[in-house]
């Protein structure tokens, strides 16, 4: 070594336990060790070294420690080279993934088990994540908005089966090399159509009809098929009914006999078909054989009756019902009588008078609206034209205006006709001694005004009102909203009801006529 200064220390045994560099060393041997101190000069290493110990490291400004970031600043490239074809990714010492070479492939590997792999950007200064690998879920892709792709999807190993978009506005379905299904820029949508003109358009290309089959686990399925502008309908793989193009309705016949638009129905025809005069809308047909009956009457004459009859095996009109054109009347006939007759007016009777009930046990109507109820007769005084039940605030006060202070005021009343009865609980905490007429007001009717008709009523239980219950009554003069509270002395009585001011009244009633 020339031009070198070295500061050492010496042990007993003349071994040089540390030494002070001032300028660098070359070396052209080896050297075993530990550098103990970090502030050392440049080592250029010619031969080989075998193992360093370096706290920290600075390469052209940036410091490779064990604390804090690294920051590689190169005028070129950075290469990673590993022989051994990965690059793993670790994060104290645990590995979180790898970069390498498979088959000429490169792979991108999360090490850890269920760790998905994310790729994340800057959207307008937010970090979103654009794409997730769900590796607890055999990697299904999942991505935070729109997918983009040119043309179409197609299925693995299957290069004639796609979905996709072939042109702008328009979605389409492959199989087999050919569209089998198309959604337009209208929205209408195409089976075996390219322009469907239509919601909904169904376009058989070889063969004949079109049919769209309803099935469950229950049979063969029910069928809808169009065929040379005829629409047939199949249940249990047979026809069932069909529309024609003149509008016929056939259901239980391929050949309908009514006229254009009509409804033909057949039962069963056994015994043969008739020639119609094309003038029948509506055909019902059931001649299995000749003692099969079939009856739907809708026209009849002028002194007669039009009915529809409901039967059965044993009795064909066991319940009817039946216009009578003679009266203008509509009759409902069950178990061979007729019970109910609806008149020409709208009235609603029964055919026998005082015999037939409206509900019943264990059969109630729910509810009847009517303007009136006649009961007993059908005079004006048989008429009951009001029924109403409610509540309604009881004020004890006097005709010179004194109220008491009130802690409960609770009424009712019940409307029957014009009779009312009311009742109801006053409390007060003061005020119930007031001078002059003792009134409860706030009647929700205004007493009828008929001459000198008066209406009394009860008091019930009381408490320290001063007055005992049994010697106040309550009167209702015509043509008042309010009731006089009197007290009764032997065969003489009080306007004024002598209570104390603060009383409870847990009970009265009274009946009169309203207006």
Known sequence: MANTKITTNVIADGAITSAKLDTNITISGNITGTLATAAQPNITSVGTL?????????????TISDAGDLTLDVGGDINLDADGADINLKDAGTAMGRLGLENG?????????????????????????ALTFDMSDAGTAIFNNNLVIPASIYHTGDTNTFFGFQSADTFTVNTAGSERMRIDSSGNVGIGIASPTEMLHINKTS?????????????????????????????????????????????????????????HVVHDATEGTPSFPSGEVIIAQRNFNSSQGCHIGIIGGSAGDSAINFGDKDNSDAGI???HHNGDFLGFTTNTTEHWKMLANGSFQPTQQHTKDIGG???????IYAQGLYVGGSGSANKLDDYEEGTWTPVLTTTGGSTATHSDQVGQYTKIGNMVHVHGTIRTSSGADASGTTIISGLPFTSLN????RNVGSMGAMNGCGTAAENLRLVCDPNKTFIYVIKQT?????HYAGMNTAVDIYGFSLVYSSV
Request: aromatic letters at 8%; charged letters at 20%; hydrophobic letters at 25%.
């Open 207 to 263: 063969g004949t009809g079109s049919f769209i089959r309803f099935q469950d686990t229950g049979g063969s399925g029910v069928y809808i098929d169009g065929r040379a502008e005829v629409m047939e309908m199949y249940t249990n793989s047979s026809e069932k009914m069909r529309i024609q193009s003149d509008g016929k309705v056939g259901i239980g016949t391929s050949s309908p006999q009514t006229s254009t638009k009509g409804l």
């Open 50 to 62: 075998s193992a360093l110990t370096v706290d920290d490291i600075t390469i052209n400004g940036s």
């Open 450 to 453: 008929s001459g000198g008709m």
């Open 105 to 129: 492939d490169l792979n991108i590997a999360s090490s850890q088990q269920d760790y998905d792999i994310k790729f994340k950007g800057n959207d307008g200064g937010s970090i979103i994540t």
């Open 490 to 494: 032997g065969q003489s009585y009080n």
């Open 321 to 323: 019902i039946r216009y």
């Open 361 to 367: 046990v264990n059969a109630e109507v729910r509810n």
